[in-house]
């Protein structure tokens, strides 16, 4: 079953930590994508991924960093910079980004909600 | 960045009743996505709209890519309960293949 997951579906951390939430896809895409999601607001774009080895801030980067080591995986670390971390997580793939308007389509996961204690 | 306007923020309606909900935008776009999300789940596509004036369904769900490119629609007809949540648009920016999500519609079906 082809499909994009994320681990864990609940987080809670202490203040001051750095968490890492996993997202996988096993659907063949170049382009994975993190969003933040809050209530009440449309999603906000934190880092995407058109290819391997290389990943782009998106609109709210400053607190997260993460990684594109496989195609299959693009891993987000929540950094203890970043000042408001309690939200709801969204990965997302297409099968391109800045390719045809159908292969930049975007796919999301299940969503991780990490709360901060 | 910029997102959608996207509107009514919720609605109430009856067993049955249609539905139908719009984002608008002053930017110009080249892909109009419709999603609905269930509480605590990511988002699940609905309808894809890939063309100036394009008119698609999709069983009950009825969406339209505006032909000024700046706004689409979002009919559901014949509302049942299992169509409770919030369902919210995306555009892909023309000038820059950014996506630009509205805040969602909050729906709720009275039985």
């Known amino acids: 079953d082809g499909g994009i997951t994320q681990s864990p579906k609940y987080l809670f951390r202490k203040e001051g930590q750095n968490v890492t939430l996993s997202c996988e896809q096993n659907l063949n895409h170049d382009a994975m994508y993190w969003y933040r999601q809050d209530p009440g607001q449309g999603l906000r774009l934190i880092y995407y991924?058109?290819?391997?080895?290389?990943?782009q801030k998106g609109d709210i980067a400053e607190g997260y960093s993460v990684s594109r080591e496989k195609k299959e995986s693009f891993p987000l670390t929540v950094t203890s910079a970043q000042k408001n971390p309690t939200a709801f997580y969204l990965c997302a793939s297409s099968i391109s980004r800045g390719g045809s308007s159908r292969a930049d389509t975007q796919y999301f996961g299940p969503g991780t909600r990490l709360t901060v204690l | 960045g910029q997102q959608l306007n996207q509107s009514p923020q919720s609605m109430f309606i009856q067993e049955g009743e249609d539905v139908s909900m719009n984002c608008t935008s002053s930017?110009?776009?080249?892909?109009w996505l419709w999603y609905k999300q269930d509480p605590g789940e990511g988002p699940v596509l609905l309808i894809a709209l890939y063309k100036a004036g394009e008119l698609t369904s999709n069983g009950r769900l009825t969406a339209q890519f505006g032909i000024t490119r700046k706004d689409s629609f979002l009919n559901i007809s014949a509302s049942i309960p299992s169509d409770v949540g919030i369902y919210f648009c995306?555009?892909?920016?023309?000038?820059?293949?950014?996506?630009?999500f509205g805040a969602g519609t909050r729906l709720t079906v009275k039985p």
């Open positions: 991924s058109q290819i391997v080895n290389d990943f």
């Open positions: 995306a555009g892909q920016l023309t000038n820059n293949n950014d996506m630009r």
């Open positions: 930017s110009i776009f080249n892909t």
